[in-house]
């Protein structure tokens, strides 16, 4: 940009939209710096700004008609306009017709400021332009959105529920576990109360032995008495004295009655001996099984003559028979002389014999059979004579005739007479002999002379040459050559050619018959010589015929058979005949002695044995019961004996004579009652030793009183009786402990809680990413959008940090459609335009046309500001003047039309204080208005701002005379601490304080933008400042931790979780906490606000966790937090940047 | 004589994001447990050396007790001693086993944090002091180290047993010295806390034998006990003996040369393969299934489809290889565009920006310029201010340091360059 700017130096106004001739005015003492011009509404402020613009654009303001001129430098050229009723003549002095570019009319806008348009306008066309500018071609909203890079601001619910429900489980497992371990402790105790219970039941099983001790000792001296009242002897007695004494009565009347029976047997068996006379001496206990066995002897003996005599009568039969059939020729002896050799060679002769003549017989039937068979006279043709004579008859009847050649039908009668040769041949052939098959030759020539005829009929007639054929054969010929004719021939032939074969065949059969005639005959010879020489060996000769040789062969060997077996008979006989009557004898011998005669036959001495035996047993019988009798007696006789000396050891035992009876009986009634006694006594006694036994190392119980003994026992059982119980108790933990010990649950709840952290896990690292990924998306913007914005919005920049003093910074919103411009006041958040109050806003967008008027612009305008302070306060119209004044003196004229006389206060205030060229211009005064229209301007300058001085305080003191407030760790960002906690020295912190420089946020953007050399601070002092501010973020980080951020209505509106209808209500609630997050969320749930919903507590709760109001952490200490501090400015405190104590006074400053 | 050395078993927990498909049984540490136990009595070992976390703290009772225990006297029963030191995580958990066990199955040494002795004869003769000291609580700011007074027969073979943090002296878990663990007693150390197999062997060796079963994808490569001899009064090495049923693994793959989708599914694929190959090659026979993190790096022209693609490529994707199965966790993308960083760094775009903030991050450096370091900051404290948050309260807390921040800004520049460039591409 060159040094060309438009100075105006004169104007006036004769004609121009309120203004009318007559009543114009001219504004003569123009200064090149700040024009203020001052007038009441209506006093024509408006339509100079106006006509200014005319002047420069003329015809483009719309002014209708205008009538005003001006005179105005550009460079070192003046210029001369003049408007005559919209017309305009523009000359300089040195150049005449030539107007200066002062830029396009589309720039008219920048250059007039009206405070109206300050305040509606947004300026988004300056935005878009900006933006335009920015854009590098990347879409970074675009890549972020899908990459989705973004700080979540809600909780990841699922994952997180998930893990939480996961670790819940954990802690449900291990909550059993830990609960079974407390069981498991309890175990020792359990142990000992259980052997404490067991104890005591020892205890009381020892005090009731000794109880017991002491009942059978006293029992015992109570029956010792009773018993010392019986006779010494009743203890003799067992009890069973009477019932034996009757019992030995009752034994002795049984045996009396047992020797009197005795003894009538003995009389009985002694009169039966005496009648079976038997003597004594010759009876043997074998002598009736050698009876016996001689009986027997004999009696096989004779059932063996029987057998013998049987068999010798048959053999004499048997030889009598084969005697008479072999006939009178033959006598004994030489029957007796055949051998064996000669009844072989006689026996094959028969076999032969036998054949020969079998076959002699059949051979004669055959002989008769075929004698039945007659010859017929058959005429003497040969047989291949006539067999010609039918293959002619066949051919001659298959030739057609020539008339039939056309007629199909005629070959029926060929292939009919082939098909019956065919036939006929296979029946004989089946029948008689093979050779008949030879006749299907003729019946398959007849088809082949059949075809080729069929061939030829066209040429020739063949049926003469057949019948030729035929002729030749000599034999009768057909009464007529007609195919009846023919056919009836040739059926004759064939039948004579049958006759002819069954004749032949009968000549062949006869001719056989003849040669085994001949082979019999000469058998017959043979077996003729064979008996010769038979014969011969024989030395006789057999006089019959050959036929009858095997029956002569059969006798023989008969007749030699039972002759031998007779013969054999009859000596046997002899032999048990002898033994038989030696049997007899023996027998007879025997049987003498008991009276018996004579034995004769088996059978006889079978019946006197019988009788034998009869006696024998009743004498046996009777000896036995004479010798029982006998010893029963003496036996019986003992034990009446016995008795008695019983009866009377009885009575001798207990001191009583066998008459004392009924002492005895008294004793014995008595006795019952004394052994009860006894045994009670015994049995007393045998506890009261036991008991005593067990006793031994406890003795001193067996005194102890009864009643002591009691109480004791009752003392202990309540102390046994729990033993069951605790016993259980004791099972169930040990089972708890076992059961847990084989489980998995706590593992299996780890291994799903694992994998929910680990999906958290997974989900913390994107989130992380994204996170990056968000700040990296605007750390891009900001530094590579920002490094490519044009240099129009860095100088907005510089010009709104330099009218705000760094309170704001600019900044464009290039996401927004269509771009905007907003700003951060002390760093807070980006905050729309509208959004600014009107002071700020004014303050932004003039800074904004200021910057837009240096660009491109050919030509400095004047810049018009019509009202532009307007309702800024003291220090913001300061902050705006000083901006005017640095554009006025960087070579721009300005005018500045305002109505409020303070406005020019300042103005001139500040001109004076700078030494900027200004000039007052009173529209009022100078249009001569009356003055009850307006107030006359009365300029009072304005008090400068003082700061109060450091000098004689320490830094405490000057801290608490600034009236600075504390820190606020609550705070995201500490943009509004009071520079006094970060500067230590108060000169400097006097310097940026009467720069109205007092917080962090406005000394950082102050900064940025080069502003410490307002107070000319050296870097180290500026790093200091910096180190200082670190030092509180870090503390108030740290402090944080385990507080969480303070929540204030803004925070809740920000929530989206807080209705309107509610927000009035938890703010209060918010308020009322002292901002405390965890306070609010309890008050919720405890239902402090009526109607509010649960669900929205859940939703508030997580917001402000996941944005820090809530902290899960435990709260730092202060210790804790100074490490922290330390931590962060580490370097620096090595490089002397920062010292302890101002840490410590940070530290210090946090609220408890 | 001979000894199986193991610790950080952690009983009480499982191997962490495996799919669900693997026998959850078969991911247990208790599981794990058994399988050493059975190791033991196979080889005949002597005695069975624990270094401290057995039991893990968040289940300390009775799952890990039970199982601890049957193992124990199970060993016993096959004549094989126990001998252990407590960690950080179990010290209020083994003392109260050792009062239940016979000291001749159980032999818990240096309670109370008293350095103990422990001598052991074989019936063959064969001698060993094994000397431990155990966590009497859960933190331990100073070295126990310093209080080591023990003096045993020089001749006589020695090993030591803690648990600790090796050569990191702030750490408030037993802080050890490598130089004064070698100069005590015969110098062969075992140690426990790191879940990271670890032998440094010189002269003598220190052994972190590692999680027996590896828990986390944090703990790549092989896991499982170790097994050494003592013979003629020597102590020989420790060799590992692969017994986890799941392998984590890292797997780096560059995509440089990559510029067609399909290439970028066979490269992903093969190197998959590959690995599962090469693992359970490697693995014992109890290897059941791997789990790989894959990282894509390189420059290549597909960058901007890479991580979409190679998780449509893996997700759900498990192979069968050998005797089990392979998955892949996670798959972190580091490709960058097919441009020249440094030219493009020059240009005023947004595009140009990201790629030098690219180029200064990627810089192993103290300082950053002004800008990149407030962004740091900036980023520092909004991460820090999520980790506070109560969303993440469940979690470990981190620190979040310039470095986490770099590691953030880092991977979000590479997806923003590949945004930025693709929308110039179209």
Redesign the interface.
Known sequence: MDNKAVFFKEIEIHNALGITPGDGFELSEISPGVNLIFGPNGSGKSTTALVIQELLWPGKTGIPKPTVSARFSVSDLVWSVKIDAGHTETENMQHSGSTPNIGPVENRSRYLLALHELINSENTDFARVITAESQ?????D??KE??K?S??TR??SKV?KK??DA?DK?KEA?AV??R??RKEQLLPDLRRKRQKASDAERKISILNQAEEFQSAANQCTVISDQIALYPDEIALLSGSEEQNLQKLADKQKDLEKKINAARQNQSLSNRTLAKLNLPDELIQDDTLAVVRGLQKNLLSREKAIDEQTRISLYSQSETDTAKDRIGPNLSLEQLSAFDTVIIEDMSMLARQSDLFHGEEIALAEKKRLLSGVESENLPDYRSEQIRDGIASLKQWLKTPDPAEKKQPTSRIPFITAASILVLLAVVLGLIYTPEWFLLILPAVLLFIWEIPKRIDKENKNEKSIHASSYRKTMLPAPTSWENGSVIDLLESLVDLAEAKAQENRLALILRDLAKDEQTLENRKTELDQQRKQIEEKMGFTVAMDIQWLPLLVQNIGRWQKHSAALSASKNVLLSLESEKQLLLKTLTEKMIHFGYSEILSAEQADQATQDLSKRLEEYHSSVQMRETTDVTITEVQLEIESIQSERLAIFAKVGLDPTQTSTLEEWSRQLPDFLLLQKELTKKEAIRKNRQERLAGNEELLNLDPEEISVQIRELEEEADKRDDITEKITVISRS??T?????????A??LE??A??D???L?EQ???????D???D???E???D??RPLVFKRACELVSEFTNGHLKLIIDDRSNPPQFKATVNGSHARPVPELSTGERVQLLIAIRAAFLEQNEPVRLPLLLDEALGTSDDLRAGLIIEAVVKIAESGRQVFYFTAQHDEIAKWVTKLTSTGTPYTLIDLGDLRKLQVATFLPLEVTHSQPVTILSPAGMTHEEYGRALKVGNINPHADNQDRLHLWHLISDDILLQQFLTYKIEEWGQLKTLIEHGGEKLVNAEPEEIEKIYTAARAVEAAC?GWR?GRGKTVNRRVLQDSGCVSESFMESVSDLSNSLNGSAAGIILGLKNRVIPRWLTTKTDELQNYL????Y????SVLSSQEIRIRVLASVAEAVSKQLIDASLIERIVGSLPL | MKLVLTGDIHL???S??IPGSVD?EQ??S?TAWLRIVDLAIREKADILCLSGDIA?Q??K???S???L??GIERLAGNGIQTVAVAGNHDHDVLPGLADQLPSESFKLLGRDGKWENFRLQLECGEVLNIQGWSFPRKLVTTSPLDSYKLTTDKNEPTLGMIHGDLNSPSSPYAPLNLARLHSLGSGNWLLGHIHAPLLIKESSWVLYPGSPQAL?PGETGPHGPWILDVANGRIGTPVQIPLSTVWYENEEIDLSEISKPNELQSIVLEKIQETGNRIFDQAGTSLIHTSLRINLTGQTAISHIVEKTAEEITSDLSLTIQNGTISVE?IENQTIPQIDLIEYSK????????AG?LLELEQEQDHFSE?VE??IQ??V??????E????????ERREVNTE??RK??L???R??LT??TG??DG
């Not at chain 1, 966790?1105 to 820090?1108: I, K, L, V």
């Not at chain 2, 506070?388 to 979690?395: A, D, I, M």
């Open positions: 590098g071609g990347f879409d970074l675009a890549a899908k990459l890079f700080t979540p909780k990841p997180l893990a939480r670790h954990v291990r576990q830990e079974i371990a402990i076992e847990a010990q084989a489980g998995h649950i706590l593992s299996d780890l291994s694992d994998q952290l680990s958290l896990a997974d913390k989130h992380s990413v994204s996170i990056a990924g700040l990296l998306i750390w891009i913007r530094v590579a959008i490094r490519a980080a931790v966790e996941n944005n820090g809530l902290s899960p952490d | 009480g927990r499982s962490s994001r959850p991911l247990r208790a893990d968040a289940n009772f009775w799952e007790i039970g199982p225990k049957t986390d996670r240009s005023k775009s947004a595009a140009g920006a990201v903030l800008a407030k962004l900036i980023t404290e909004k991460l820090r201010n999520a506070n948050s109560g969303s993440y309260g469940s979690l986490l921040a953030y800004l991977t979000s520049s997806a923003l945004e930025l929308q110039i």
